[in-house]
C-alpha cells in the first residue's frame, strides 16, 4: 500500500514563530488532507488538499502531487497550535480511505 | 457544519466482556469509517461502510465486527474485549463518489479494557 512519511516528528518552536511541516507520499494521490489533533484528542479538518494551494488565515498547504509531497505552513505560531499534525492520503480506487502518516509533534512556547 | 458524534468519550470494561461503540454522523454521508489510534502506530483503519449493511474490513479487523443499519448510524463491536484492544478509537464519514472525499471525525472514544 502507499507509504507517508511526516517531517519532522518533533517541532519545538517560540510563540510568533514560522514553520514547515513535510509530507511525503510513495504514490499519486487522489486525496490529502491535513489534520491537527487537540489535546483532547479530536482530529480537526485543516485542509482538504489533494492538489494545489490553499490558504486559511495563518496556515496555508501546498501539495505538489507530481512530485509526491505537500507541505503545511504555519505563520506567526501561537501556544493553541500546540498538538499533533498528521497528513492523510487516499489513491487509486481507494481514494475514500485515508492512509495516515506518523504526525508531526509541534510545541509552541510562550 | 459536519457533526460526527461517539457515544462515550470514556469507557471502562473488562476482559471478555461485549463492548459496543456508537458513531453518529448528521451529513447523509454514505462513507462511515472505524479506526483506532495506538502510541508509536498511529491511525489505522479497522473497518468501513459504505452503504447501508455494506461493510469492508480495513487493515486490522481481527477481533472487531461491525453493524450499519442505518445510514447515519455506524457501530464497532468487540465481541470479548482483550487488554490488547486498549485504545483510542475514532469514528469518521466522508461523502461517496462527489468532488471531494473530505473525511471528517469524531471526538473519540479512550476504551481501557482492565
Known amino acids: 500500500g502507499i507509504q507517508v512519511e511526516q517531517s519532522p516528528p518533533d517541532l519545538i518552536l517560540q510563540e510568533g514563530a514560522n514553520s514547515t511541516l513535510r509530507c511525503n507520499f510513495s504514490?499519486?494521490?487522489?486525496?490529502l488532507q491535513w489534520f491537527h489533533q487537540n489535546p483532547w484528542g479530536q482530529l480537526i479538518n485543516l485542509f482538504y488538499?489533494?492538489?494545489g494551494t490553499k490558504q486559511n488565515g495563518r496556515l496555508s498547504a501546498t501539495t505538489v502531487a507530481t512530485e509526491r509531497y505537500s507541505l503545511l505552513y504555519i505563520s506567526s505560531s501561537q501556544t493553541t497550535d500546540s498538538g499533533v499534525y498528521f497528513c492523510?492520503?487516499?489513491?487509486?480506487?481507494?481514494?475514500?480511505?485515508?492512509?495516515f502518516g506518523k504526525g508531526t509533534l509541534l510545541t509552541v512556547n510562550p | 457544519d459536519v457533526k460526527v458524534t461517539q457515544s462515550s468519550r470514556y469507557l471502562v470494561k473488562r476482559t471478555g466482556e461485549k463492548v459496543f461503540l456508537e458513531c453518529v454522523q448528521d451529513?447523509?454521508?454514505?462513507?462511515m469509517f472505524w479506526y483506532r489510534q495506538d502510541p508509536g502506530l498511529g491511525l489505522r483503519l479497522i473497518y468501513f461502510?459504505?452503504?447501508?449493511?455494506?461493510?469492508e474490513k480495513g487493515d486490522i479487523p481481527e477481533g472487531y465486527s461491525v453493524s450499519r443499519e442505518k445510514k447515519e448510524r455506524f457501530s464497532l463491536i468487540l465481541e470479548s474485549a482483550s487488554t490488547n484492544q486498549t485504545s483510542m478509537y475514532l469514528c469518521?464519514?466522508?461523502?461517496?463518489?462527489?468532488?471531494?472525499?473530505?473525511?471528517?471525525f469524531g471526538p473519540g472514544t479512550r476504551l481501557t479494557v482492565t
Open positions: 469518521a464519514s466522508s461523502a461517496y463518489l462527489s468532488v471531494s472525499y473530505e473525511q471528517y
Open positions: 504514490d499519486s494521490v487522489n486525496n
Open positions: 488538499i489533494p492538489s
Open positions: 492523510a492520503v487516499g489513491s487509486g480506487g481507494s481514494n475514500y480511505k485515508l492512509t
Open positions: 451529513m447523509d454521508h454514505e462513507n
Open positions: 461502510s459504505y452503504d447501508v449493511k455494506m461493510k
